[in-house]
């Protein structure tokens, strides 16, 4: 059974683009999350989804983050326009919900210049 | 809001030595569910194990847990320390469908 999938593994973009970047959860699994992962702050929660519907959408992360889960199986981290800050790696999550595990992907990073 | 704190960044401990990672967490829940993630140099985060049953170990691979409410800590421990253990170390509180992370521990093993 394939495990979580992000693409791509690798992004540079330059201050003020747009990026996208794609996520493939577990198949079957009800929730999907979108995490920021960094030195400093550790993982921080970006975007939840359960069952499709947007359950959080991360705070202070709402202005220039926006996450989508097209179908089931696909949801987009879309982040516009890019700041220097933004450099961190993106890790998206699926779980069958309910406290059950949650697996990782391997992350996308995203260094921003 | 809900929150889970970590108080050390780096423990670095000599192989053989017991391990111990604090982890104590705030919740308005009384029945709390927190997890311990480990993540490998360049690997993604895994469960390492959890728990929701108050003063009940819980061990896995070789480390063990127990949650107390009554102190709200969940701290991870291991008798003696592997040089394969070095790695970051997150505790994780459940909270509303989502995983609230604490900061992390690394630790780091020397022989």
Known sequence: DAGVTQTPRHEVAEKGQTIILKCEPV????????YRQTKIQGLELLSYFRSKSL???GGAFKDRFKAEMLNSSF???KIQPTEPKDSAVYLCASSLGGGAEVFFGKGTRLTVV | GDSVTQTEGLVTLTEGLPVMLNCTYQTIYSNPFLFWYV????????LLL???TDN??????GFHATLHKSSSSFHLQKSSAQLSDSALYYCALHNQ??????QGTKLSIKP
């Open chain 1, 27 to 34: 198949s079957g699994h009800n929730d999907l999350f979108w």
């Open chain 1, 55 to 57: 359950m959080e959408d």
């Open chain 1, 75 to 77: 949801s987009t981290l």
């Open chain 2, 39 to 46: 993540q490998h140099l360049n690997e993604s985060p895994r």
């Open chain 2, 50 to 52: 959890k728990s929701f």
């Open chain 2, 56 to 61: 009940k170990r819980t061990e896995h691979q």
């Open chain 2, 97 to 102: 469908g989502k995983l609230i992370f604490g």
